[in-house]
Nanobody
Framework: QVQFVESGGGLVQPGGSLRLSCAAS????????VGWYRQIPGNQVDVVGI???????VYDDPVRGRFTISRDNAKNTVYLQMNSVNSEDTAVYFC????????WGPGTQVTVSS
């Protein structure tokens, strides 16, 4: 019932910040839990964090304290604020339901490099 399109990726220097956006469609968005995921090509998909329908959040250890997930239900959009990025954050970032469905958006590339 919910589909996502990610945007906002790009090249960022170590220690810098970036905000990713995830535009959603579907009538059930406001009551859906949404996760941010990331993948290095050829590797498994890892969860970054999840935001619930009640705005509660949970984060994976590598990003906890640096990344923040938020949502604006009026705009059908979720965000990933990335602060203090490092080279290990380089990946393609996706959003999806939590747990994810089999229908993934295009993702957005984040490259951390000096």
């Amino acid at each position: 019932q919910v589909q996502f399109v990610e945007s906002g990726g790009g090249l960022v220097q170590p220690g810098g910040s970036l905000r990713l956006s995830c535009a959603a469609s579907g009538s059930r968005f406001s009551v859906s839990a949404v996760g941010w995921y990331r993948q290095i090509p050829g590797n498994q998909v890892d969860v970054v964090g999840i935001i619930g329908h009640d705005y509660s959040t949970v984060y994976d250890d590598p990003v906890r304290g640096r990344f923040t997930i938020s949502r604006d239900n009026a705009k059908n959009t979720v965000y990933l604020q990335m602060n203090s990025v490092n080279s290990e954050d380089t990946a393609v970032y996706f959003c999806n339901t939590a747990p994810p469905s089999d229908f993934w958006g295009p993702g957005t590339q984040v490259t951390v490099s000096s």
